[in-house]
């Protein structure tokens, strides 16, 4: 089975990478369409930044960005790929649920709303669940770990027992090691170098490398011009086990991906399918 591209839509004014790009309902809807168009197998929308520092919203704001965007795209004459919400929220999610999406992905791992639990159990929805030390506020500040790779592993191990105990099947939890959140340079590095480690949650894993800060650190660049960056740490994310690739950037992205599955043998590449010259 070839890695699928999560394709992000932030309804969001401060988002780090596109924050006020898409905040107007119709920009978000078109850009969502533009996104499957380009690959996208899932569609995540998000209307509470999540970048370091980032303050919180209320509900009420986060409903509104949200729901109709969710709506048009979950709708029948939708761009027919599966919408996630991107929520610590339950009423978020709730909505979003009765609009069509069929995933929740909750950067807190059910700790800051523990009732989006039993709501994904009652409705058999897919659920992520992401590591992420602290809040938004404060996961950058000095983030520390023995093993980083392991604590993340242990972290997402408990957390799937959480999700379980509350009634949601195994066969719908996703694992997400929170790439940048709560994590120095080297720590991305790190999960990024062993992330086949985390193969044995036996979970589907999603990576989320795109555009981030550590990419800068990299290779110097600002968030804008950290494409190949993002090209890069995505096509090692899947040759390292990664499942979900969430992504600013679907065109380039699924277009490498499909280079690289190609040559590890994962995909099938036969003459008659060439299309270009």
């Not at 099947?169 to 996703?174: K, L, Q, S, T, V």
């Not at 694992?175 to 940048?180: H, S």
Request: hydrophobic fraction near 45%.
């Amino acid at each position: 089975m070839t890695a699928r591209v999560m394709g992000i839509v932030n309804v969001t004014p401060d988002s780090f990478s596109d924050g006020g790009q898409f905040l107007e309902p119709e920009r978000a809807i078109a850009h969502g369409r533009e996104l499957a168009a380009d690959g996208a197998a899932v569609l995540d929308v998000g209307g509470e930044s999540t970048r370091p520092g980032a303050n919180a919203v209320s509900e009420r704001v986060e409903l509104e960005r949200t729901a109709p965007v969710v709506e048009s795209l979950a709708a029948a004459d939708g761009p027919g790929v599966p919408v996630s919400i991107d929520t610590s929220k339950a009423e978020v999610a709730r909505a979003a649920l009765d609009a069509g999406a069929s995933i929740v992905n909750d950067v807190t791992a059910l700790r800051a709303d523990p009732e989006i639990a039993g709501l994904c159990a009652e409705r058999g929805c897919e659920l992520v669940l992401m590591h992420m030390l602290g809040s938004p506020r404060t996961m950058q500040d000095n983030p520390t770990y023995d093993d980083v790779v392991e604590e993340v592993r242990a972290f997402l191990a408990g957390r799937i027992e959480a999700a379980l105990a509350a009634g949601i099947a195994e066969g719908r939890i996703w694992v997400d090691p929170g790439i940048g959140f709560g994590k120095t340079v080297e720590h991305n590095i790190e999960l990024l170098r062993r992330l086949g480690e985390l193969r044995a949650l036996g979970r589907p894993i999603v990576v989320g490398t795109s555009r981030k800060r550590f990419l800068g650190a990299l290779t110097g660049r600002q968030v804008g011009e950290r494409l190949g960056g993002t090209v890069a740490s995505n096509v090692l994310a899947l040759a390292s086990g990664a499942d979900v690739l969430r992504v600013h950037d679907v065109l380039a992205v699924r277009q490498a991906l499909d280079v690289a599955e190609t040559i590890l043998g994962r995909r099938e590449w036969r003459r008659g399918d060439a299309v270009a010259e």
